[in-house]
């Protein structure tokens, strides 16, 4: 190796998920929302205007920060927003674990939590899911240097009671705890309000609570790229010192004006999160009938194992015929499939494909 490649600072990358070019495949690999945006978003993104292109974008984001702030009910400086919650996730990987001590997270959830902790150095471990992929809280309780857990987890889809999780941040007031709610809105419950065990509920009370969220999938967004996180002022003020510290400019002015029409359309967001739960209900009564089981999910996917057939060899069938889920060869995990919920037209497609390859 020629000595400069020593000094590289190495990392294994995150996978995504795939993202095939071929169009008529039925994509439920990566928990995007079935349905498009909210028809504002279209009208909101015929406005801009090559003026608004020709400058700089506002580096505060000040108009979508409004209007998160708006819909959650809570001060426009308890509110950070960036490119897809992955970039509010990793700035807060750099922000908030610098402590030297291991950050803790489960053993089984979003794949990203240690390559971020990785490329930043941060030392982490991770405390294993019980046999029903349930995060146990008491192995939260030990000394650590902050937590992250996603509510809903991925890829299982198990939720947390909010008890739960108020139990880990009020015993763990020295650090800071990310609960990352990419899917919570897809919880049981009102559709569109705030979800009863989201950790939004909590944070007037806990000043180390940040809570993260996307625009990715109950606002049908993935590929406008637009996260927030809200918490106290000062998790915010940290947070937005280090941006400004790498990047003024993370929320382009298409993506703050598409952000503003989303939010403010709670009517289409509310219609578009009861069907996808309507339509997990009967995907969940389905597969069960064909003889898969899984834990309840709150989210908009499903973490699926069959009592007969690998779930390898069921990815690759389902390849073959253009349905194109999610397969984690890992520990534990290596004979589920993660199937995002799509559209009512879409999962009984891959109802009927199963039924027939399962011979029922
Ligand atoms: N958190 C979790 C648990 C996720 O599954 C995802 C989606 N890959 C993200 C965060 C990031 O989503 P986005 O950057 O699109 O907001």
């Not at 020709?54 to 708006?70: M, T």
């Not at 004979?335 to 199963?354: P, Q, V």
Request: charged fraction near 25%; glycine fraction near 6%; charge should be negative.
């Amino acid at each position: 190796m020629p000595s400069w490649e020593n000094n590289v600072r190495k990392v294994v990358p995150y996978t995504p998920g795939e993202q095939p070019r071929i169009r008529d495949i039925i994509k439920l690999n990566t928990n995007e929302n079935p349905y498009p945006p909210s028809p504002a978003v279209q009208a909101a993104l015929a406005q801009t205007d090559s003026e608004l292109l020709r400058k700089y974008p506002d580096p505060a984001a000040s108009l979508l920060v409004d209007a998160i702030a708006k819909q959650y009910g809570v001060s426009s400086d308890r509110v950070f927003v960036g490119v897809g919650s992955d970039d509010v996730l990793a700035m807060s990987f750099l922000t908030f674990f610098a402590s030297g001590r291991p950050i803790l997270f489960p053993d089984i959830t979003y794949s990203f939590y240690d390559v971020w902790a990785d490329l930043f150095r941060i030392p982490y471990e991770t405390r294993a899911l019980d046999e029903n992929f349930r995060i146990t809280s008491r192995d939260y309780f030990a000394e650590n240097g902050g937590i992250i857990f996603p509510n809903p987890n991925a890829p299982t889809g198990v939720l947390k009671p909010l008890g739960e999780v108020e139990e880990i941040v009020s015993r763990n007031r020295d650090v800071v705890v990310i609960v990352d709610e990419a899917y919570i809105d897809f919880e049981d419950g009102e559709d569109g309000a705030i979800p009863a065990d989201s950790a939004l509920n909590l944070i007037d009370r806990y000043e180390n609570l940040l809570v993260v969220q996307t625009f990715s999938k109950s606002r049908s967004l993935a590929g406008m790229r637009i996260g927030y996180a809200i918490g106290s002022k000062k998790l915010i003020r940290y947070l937005n010192d280090a941006k400004y510290s790498f990047n003024s400019y993370t929320m382009n002015q298409t993506a703050i004006a598409a952000g503003v029409a989303a939010v403010e359309d709670q009517a289409y967001f509310a219609r578009c999160l009861g069907r996808i739960k309507a339509t997990r209900r009967w995907t969940e009564d389905a597969l069960r009938e064909l003889g898969f089981s899984f834990q309840d999910s709150q989210s908009n996917f499903l973490f699926v194992t069959h009592e007969r057939v690998p779930a390898r060899e069921l990815f690759a069938a389902l390849r073959e015929a253009k349905i194109i889920v999610r397969y984690f060869d890992k520990p534990r995990i290596d004979n589920y499939l993660r199937i995002t919920i799509g559209t009512d037209e879409e999962m009984e497609k891959l109802i009927a494909f199963l039924k027939d390859y399962l011979g029922q």
